[in-house]
């Protein structure tokens, strides 16, 4: 008898997998990026326009986004800060 919930689980598998990919590319990006910043320091109006960008993208992920936003923007902020010692 074969689990009816395998391939289900196995496309989570692979869907997680792109996305800590994905995320792990984005935080990268992020670090070159607080390289040429003249000052260290998150800018508010660029995360909001982040925000109002991407809700729309996903509705019924729209109540989620500026939490799941938040921690990227705060872990990229903490590496650059990191990167510059």
């Known amino acids: 008898m074969t689990d009816p919930l395998a391939p ?6 692979a869907l997680d997998d792109a996305l800590l990919a994905l995320l792990a590319e ?10 040429l910043k003249a ?3 998150r800018d508010a ?18 109540e ?5 936003w938040e921690l ?6 903490a590496w650059q800060r990191r990167d510059r010692g």
């Open 45 to 62: 109006a660029r995360e909001a326009a982040i925000i109002t960008r991407l809700a729309p993208l996903a509705p019924e992920l729209a």
């Open 39 to 41: 000052s260290p320091g």
């Open 72 to 77: 990227l923007f705060q872990t990229s902020d």
């Open 26 to 35: 984005r935080l990268e990006v992020a670090r070159r990026l607080g390289a």
């Open 64 to 68: 989620l986004v500026p939490a799941l």
């Open 8 to 13: 289900l689980r196995a496309r989570i598998d």
